[in-house]
């Protein structure tokens, strides 16, 4: 049984178990690993109930913020589980280059690639991925390549929702329960704008000060030379103070940015998904 500092509704106790099962019955897995709340929930569970028959794969490249790869390492090293960080290049691949609508279709092909040859490596028979059910709505390019290399879906087989796995996070004690939900900064493009190293850097050093002022919940969406700053409703009015507009602005500026703009319809998931409506281009 899954340890736990806190009893859990007979629903979401059911769920776990079932999630228990399901993973006991694999027997060895190699998780895709971001340290984000479902991946960090899927490895902890997976490591109760498999040990040393997990591993947890991390993709790193410049979509990937250092403060994620250094949270992600940090909860592999207190539980002493293993954690191979490897290197990933989807700038290399054109479809990603030049962010067309599927994306994050060659970027997820190529993490689990080098997570299956890791798993090769290590006789771990099974891959698996976090996505859970509120991603089936979603457009989720990422999970075609993830069911063409056979990768498992955990958290959706056992019908789990992201309320339900911050629940049990949350009885389990993770860190990680009342995270704020992350996306690569390859989502902050525009669909048709080039993806190039440089504004991803641009993207990260404008976000981490963001967070380092106080916003924990943002997002900046990045448009030619110009940033859209999204940040929950509530916070809208704390942003745009004098003072504090003040700072962002040289900062974006300094960074790199010609255009500093603040959306007022506030912070929301897959906004750039927008974009692919009829009328803006895409289909």
Known sequence: MISINEPLDIELQKKLEKLEAYIRELGSLAIGFSGGVDSTFLLAVAYEVLGNNVIAVTGADASVPERELKEAKAFCDERGIRHIICTVDPLKEEGYRHNSPDRCYFCKHGIF???????????????????????????????????????????????????DIRMI????????????????????????????EKKLRMIDEAEQFLIEKGFLEERVRIHGNMARIEVPAKDILRLSEDKMRAAVCEKFKEIGFLFVTLDLEGYRLGSMNATLHKGHGYR
């Open 113 to 163: 690639t080098e997570v299956k040859k890791i798993a090769d490596e290590n006789d771990i028979r099974y891959m698996a991925e976090g996505s859970n059910m509120d991603d089936i709505g979603d457009y989720r390019p990422g999970l075609k390549a993830a069911a063409e290399l056979s990768v498992k879906s955990p958290l959706r087989e056992c019908g789990l929702y992201k309320n």
């Open 169 to 196: 996070s949350k009885a389990m004690g993770l860190p990680t329960w009342s995270k704020p939900a992350y996306a690569c900064l390859a989502s902050r493009f525009v669909y048709g704008e080039e993806i190039t």
